[in-house]
């Protein structure tokens, strides 16, 4: 590797993306640097690109989720999963790094996701810090942070396919508490909906509904798992609760999982779940307005449970690597990513994954320079 790294740098909302030189660092011990093989487009980065998450300071270099081989190591790495790691080595790494692990948040409520000093590769770094998102040629990881060496039967697609929606899908289904032999529904058919649908029949649902578009993604969620999968666009909502009662003798279904990020889907989920059921909101990452409620219809007579699951722990991060080495060769989380693309075009993948054109853009930060 050059000592000057190439890194797509998102400048600010709405801005072209630029390529940028920056210095190799120098590694202090316990660093090490990944040359990247992988990275991913997600519905994160296009709404870094919208603007629509706050505090963000741009520039930055995106690219949460990442995978790639150990260029440089200084000093003995550990993995998370308890294995030593060299130069060589392919690895990936939990994009969550300085959890503090002495807040309130850490240790009393035990929900490290609400850390005040929580930070994530890709997204709350600014550029000027250096490689810290994985649409670069490098990864710094800094000491301390989470990493582990892939497994031989995941190839960098198989993890990349899954991505950051395979690890928050882990988090899903521990929150939702999915039961064999119960059925769930998933509200969208992006990287996570899908993910969760995958997880949902490896944890024993009966049977698995879907709800989204376009048709592709349709297709997609039948070979995840889902039994029956509605048309978001032309099957009214009316139309899917009575096909969902007829489901479940009228009850409608155990768990809803909605991951969506849409207020009118919140409205229909709360519907479309039984009485005593579950229903887990993970797919509004970000504010896309009110949903319509009314709190003695579809919540307090229905004693219904509602749990929401932001973002992901570290043990979410282990759990998807375990499930791909068991799962990637019979579950296709590799057509999860439909295309990828060079540093270089990187404005054309957030435009298609704007446009819902794919399900997945993945990266390849070193196409541009062979």
Same mark, same amino acid.
């Given at each position: 590797?050059? $000592? ?22 120098? +590694? ?37 989720? /990442? ?16 294995? $030593? #790691?060299?130069?060589?080595?392919? =690895? ?19 929900? %490290? ?27 710094? +990881? ?26 928050? &899908? ?5 929150? =939702? ?17 899908? /993910?969760?649908?995958? #997880?949902?029949?490896?944890?024993? &649902?009966?049977?698995? !509904? ?7 993604? !349709? $297709? ?8 029956? &999968? ?15 009662? /007829? ?22 989920? +709360? ?10 909101? =993970? ?10 409620? *009314?709190?003695?219809?579809?919540? *307090? ?19 998807? +690597? ?9 579950? %296709? ?13 990187? *404005?054309? &993948?957030?435009? $298609? ?8 853009? #993945? ?5 541009? =320079?062979?």
């Amino acid at each position: 590797m050059h $000592d000057r790294i190439l890194a797509a740098v998102m400048p600010g909302p709405r801005r072209p993306i630029e390529i940028r030189e920056f210095a190799r660092p120098e +590694l202090p011990p316990g660093g090490a640097l990944l040359r990247t093989a992988r990275s991913e487009v997600c519905g994160t980065d296009v709404h870094l690109w919208h603007g629509r998450l706050a505090g963000v300071p741009y520039p930055i270099i995106p690219g949460h989720v /990442s995978a790639g081989v150990l260029e440089e190591v200084r000093g003995p790495l550990r993995g998370i999963d308890g294995s $030593d #790691l060299a130069e060589g080595d392919r =690895a990936v790494f939990f994009d969550v790094h300085r959890t503090c692990g002495r807040c309130r948040a850490c240790t009393v409520h035990r929900t %490290p996701t609400r850390c005040g000093a929580r930070r994530v590769y890709g997204i709350t770094d600014p550029a000027s810090d250096g490689l810290f998102g994985g649409w670069s040629q490098a990864i710094y +990881l800094e000491p301390g942070v989470a990493t582990a060496r892939l497994p031989d039967a995941v190839g960098f697609d198989d993890y990349i396919g899954g991505g950051c929606g395979l690890i928050t &899908a882990v988090h899903i289904l521990e929150r =939702a508490d999915v039961a064999p032999g119960d059925t769930v529904l998933v509200q969208g058919v992006g990287a996570v909906g899908l /993910s969760a649908i995958a #997880l949902a029949r490896l944890c024993g &649902a009966g049977t698995i !509904l879907a709800i989204g578009a376009p048709e592709s993604r !349709l $297709d997609l969620a039948r070979a995840m798992g889902a039994d029956r &999968a509605y048309d978001l666009f032309t099957t009214p909502p009316a139309a899917r609760l009575e096909d969902v009662r /007829s489901l479940t003798h009228g009850e409608g279904v155990d768990v809803v999982i909605e991951a969506a990020g849409s207020a009118r889907a919140v409205e229909e989920g +709360l519907m479309l779940v039984r009485d005593g059921g579950r229903y887990v909101i =993970a797919g509004h990452y970000t504010d896309v307005g009110p949903s319509q409620i *009314n709190a003695h219809q579809h919540i *307090n007579r229905k004693h219904l449970d509602i749990r929401g699951c932001w973002g992901s722990e570290v043990r979410h991060f282990l759990r998807a +690597l375990g499930i791909l080495e068991r799962h990637a060769a019979d579950v %296709p989380w590799r057509r999860i990513g439909e295309r990828t693309y060079p540093l270089g075009g990187l *404005n054309e &993948a957030l435009k $298609d994954a704007d446009a819902m054109r794919i399900t997945k853009a #993945l990266v390849d930060p070193w196409a541009a =320079a062979e």
